[in-house]
């Protein structure tokens, strides 16, 4: 494990303590959920949230990722395979972390929608903007679907309306 990685994998296993509470509060009936008809469905949202994991894998091992058409994201039927896809991407996201040398972090990563790019940056960036930063965005979406359904939205950096710890 390189000298920046130590960092990083304290950072993401940080930001999964939360994710991962968000996710489990999420129950099977309100999968099909959305607050407004351009949201994704709670179901969608929470699988978008499993699939970012996967795209960490994607940031250190390859130098880019093309969405293409065929691209889906992978649908989960109940809350206990979602949490177990979670757990599994998260580990090997760690695991591709530890084997990331400094340098390869300043190295260019694209990100391309069918062969078109849209945007190219240092791997370290792409890792804290497309994975870091776009994991906590739709877990705060994923607490507004919890609030608006009257479910116990989880403390993340501190107490929530709803808990106090």
């Known amino acids: 494990m390189s000298g920046m990685t130590g960092p990083l994998i304290a950072e993401f296993e940080h930001e999964s ?9 999420i129950p099977e009936h ?10 994704f469905t709670a179901g969608h949202l ?3 949230l499993v699939e970012i994991n996967y795209w960490g894998i994607v ?3 390859e130098t880019g990722f093309d969405v293409r058409p065929d691209y889906k994201t992978p649908e989960y039927k109940t809350t206990a395979e979602l949490l177990a896809a979670y757990d599994k991407l998260k580990a090997g996201f760690i695991e591709a972390l530890k084997g990331v040398k400094d340098q390869q972090l300043f190295e260019t990563w694209t990100l391309s929608v069918n062969g ?4 190219s940056m240092p791997r370290i960036a ?8 776009h994991a906590i ?21 501190g107490p929530s309306g709803d808990e106090q710890s």
């Open 30 to 39: 309100l999968f099909g959920y959305r607050p407004h008809p351009k949201s």
């Open 17 to 25: 303590i939360g994710t991962r509470k968000t996710l489990e509060r």
């Open 46 to 48: 929470a699988a978008h």
């Open 137 to 157: 965005h739709h877990r705060a979406q994923l607490g507004l679907y919890l609030r608006l359904n009257n479910i116990p939205v989880p403390s993340i950096y």
């Open 126 to 133: 792409t890792l804290r903007a497309f994975v870091f930063s």
């Open 116 to 119: 078109n790019p849209v945007f």
């Open 59 to 61: 940031t250190v091992k």
